[in-house]
């Protein structure tokens, strides 16, 4: 069965501080990956998707980035954290060729101070 | 630009009352999906609707597919306090990997 891993759950970081949230799938192959931030109690806000290694769409300009080293593992960073990052970050997987369900890690709670 | 729009943002009832909520966009969706989530999880799927008018049935719950598949519901009928959380849609549009959320609903039902 497949599986979704985020780490960490969470985050406390200052202002001006970098970040990495690194998301992995397992049990599945050339998963389409998604980043999220959450606003408490608000829909999804999309973030970056990818359809492969190396290839990243970003949907919000913003001072994070994201990059898929391995088929699998998909990143998120920050070369320097503002109080406006502050949020609910979800990783997700889905195979849009079999189905566009997507499924969730547990998501990472960061609060930059 | 928000391409799926949710209404009501919030909604407050009373345990056993129905109540409808609405997923509205201008876009065309190949499918659109249903989750549920609870405050510090994940977004867990409900269901998936495919085509244009079609209803499915999830117990209490009803959601329906607009006939153009631009827009869906979903009905509860008599609510209970475990029905409380946060309720998206989402979908990828047609011919994209683009997958977004809805703006969310929050339903609070009262014992």
């Known amino acids: 069965s497949q599986t979704i891993h985020q780490w960490p759950a969470t985050l406390v970081q200052p202002v001006g501080s970098p970040l990495s949230l690194e998301c992995t799938v397992e049990g599945t192959s050339n998963p389409n990956l998604y980043w999220y931030r959450q606003a408490a109690g608000r829909g999804l806000q999309l973030l970056f998707y990818?359809?492969?290694?190396?290839?990243i769409s970003s949907e919000v300009p913003q001072n994070l980035s994201a990059s898929r080293p391995q088929d699998r593992q998909f990143i998120l960073s920050s070369k320097k954290l503002l109080l406006s990052d502050s949020g609910f970050y979800l990783c997700?997987?889905?195979?849009?060729?079999?189905?566009?369900?997507?499924?969730f890690g547990q998501g990472t709670r960061l609060t930059v101070v | 630009t928000q391409l799926l729009e949710q209404s009501p943002q919030f909604l407050s009832i009373q345990e056993g009352e129905n109540l409808t909520v609405y997923c509205n966009s201008s876009s065309v969706f190949s499918s659109l999906q249903w989750y549920r989530q609870e405050p510090g999880e994940g977004p867990v799927l409900l269901v998936t609707v495919v085509t244009g008018g079609e209803v499915k049935k999830l117990k209490r719950l009803t959601f329906q597919f607009g006939d153009a598949r631009k827009d869906s519901s979903l009905h509860i009928t008599a609510a209970q306090p475990g029905d409380t959380g946060l309720y998206l849609c989402a979908g990828a549009l047609t011919g994209t990997y683009k997958y977004i959320f809805g703006t969310g609903t929050r339903l609070k039902v009262l014992a």
């Open positions: 997700a997987w889905s195979l849009l060729r079999g189905g566009t369900e997507a499924f």
């Open positions: 990818s359809i492969g290694i190396g290839q």
